[in-house]
Nanobody
Framework: QVQLVESGGSSVQAGGSLRLSCAAS????????MAWFRQAPGKEREGVAV????GRTRYADSVKGRFTISKDNTLYLQMNSLKPEDTAMYYCAANLICIYSPPGLLSRRADHYVYWGQGTQVTVSS
């Protein structure tokens, strides 16, 4: 098992930047697929960016060109040109099994990830 703890959420103005971090502890010697999700009030949880153990990535269309997922011993989400619609609770997630759905594309479905952090709040004001 792995435990995930997010940090870096804050309140920023539109156009600003934030970097979220997700620290993993526990069984971290294994290879995981990892992801960032977000959930705004009244909306479904959305897969924002995912990365597999080989560094392949996939992004939601709404964040392409603005957000970058990366990892070393920590998972990161660099968020630039933030918009009010990016306001949400952001969650880190992981799974030992990388699911490619559709074929060839890393899954952004929440039910394809097993381990979850508690979330960090991002608020973007106009």
């Amino acid at each position: 098992q792995v435990q995930l703890v997010e940090s870096g959420g804050s309140s920023v103005q539109a156009g600003g930047s934030l970097r979220l971090s997700c620290a993993a502890s526990g069984d971290t010697n294994r290879r995981y697929c990892m992801a960032w999700f977000r959930q705004a009030p009244g909306k479904e949880r959305e897969g924002v960016a995912v990365i597999d153990s080989d560094g392949r990535t996939r992004y939601a269309d709404s964040v392409k060109g603005r957000f970058t997922i990366s990892k070393d011993n920590t998972l990161y989400l660099q968020m630039n040109s933030l918009k009010p619609e990016d306001t949400a609770m952001y969650y880190c997630a992981a799974n030992l099994i990388c699911i490619y759905s559709p074929p060839g594309l890393l899954s952004r479905r929440a039910d394809h990830y097993v381990y979850w952090g508690q979330g960090t709040q991002v608020t973007v004001s106009s």
